[in-house]
């Protein structure tokens, strides 16, 4: 099967950019192995991952609404001494806690090879995903369904008292998603290029 010149293009230079992310530690390790694996596939291209992340942020409602401001992110498991200390700096709205699972987007050759991709993800939890562009090329999103949004502090009112039952709750969405990822790789690992131009 002949692939274009202008998507081979494409996902080299796609495929340097993760190599520069990952020369000065910009790149989401936890999120390795399934990025390459999807990179394997001579129809997809990753262009953005996360492996899921937590997120500190001042606003009127919850992620999604607006917004706000961003006060602190991390990308890994946090501790109650890490609440304790986001919790001092001082807010004039809400202070939200919000965990989001995995995402991932993906551009494709064309749109069979990302209902294929959709389909797979799908059986392992990333049912939040769907095609977002059709224009200049394919674009797949992938999206764990996990998250959570906890409400912390309103201006100088404490709303919540048992900072360990909290980073609890938000560390358990890191950790669903971390095994959605696991599980899609071992997916992926499995399947050989017959199987992939059999399902298109």
Request: aromatic share 8%.
């Amino acid at each position: 099967m002949m692939i274009p010149k202008e998507w081979l293009r494409r996902k080299k230079e796609r495929l340097k950019r993760i190599e520069r992310d990952k020369s000065i530690g910009y790149f989401d390790e936890k999120i390795d192995e399934l990025v390459n694996l999807i990179n394997a596939v001579p129809d997809l291209s990753t262009t953005s991952s996360c492996s899921g992340r937590i997120i500190f942020y001042e606003s009127e409602g919850p992620w999604g609404f607006g917004h706000g401001e961003i006060i602190a992110k991390f990308h890994d498991i946090i501790t109650e001494e890490l609440l304790e200390n986001v919790l001092k700096k001082p807010v004039k709205k809400i202070l939200w806690a919000s965990a989001q699972g995995p995402i991932i987007h993906v551009a494709c050759r064309d749109i069979y090879s990302a209902s294929w991709l959709n389909k797979l993800a799908r059986r392992v939890g990333f049912k939040h995903g769907g095609i977002i562009s059709v224009e200049d090329e394919v674009v797949l999103e992938l999206r764990a369904v996990d998250r959570v949004d906890i409400p912390l502090k309103y201006r100088e009112a404490l709303l919540v008292n048992d900072l360990s039952v909290i980073a609890d709750i938000l560390n358990s969405v890191l950790k669903r998603g971390w095994e959605k990822i696991e599980k899609l790789s071992s997916l992926l690992s499995n399947i050989d290029e017959y199987e992939f131009l059999r399902e298109k």
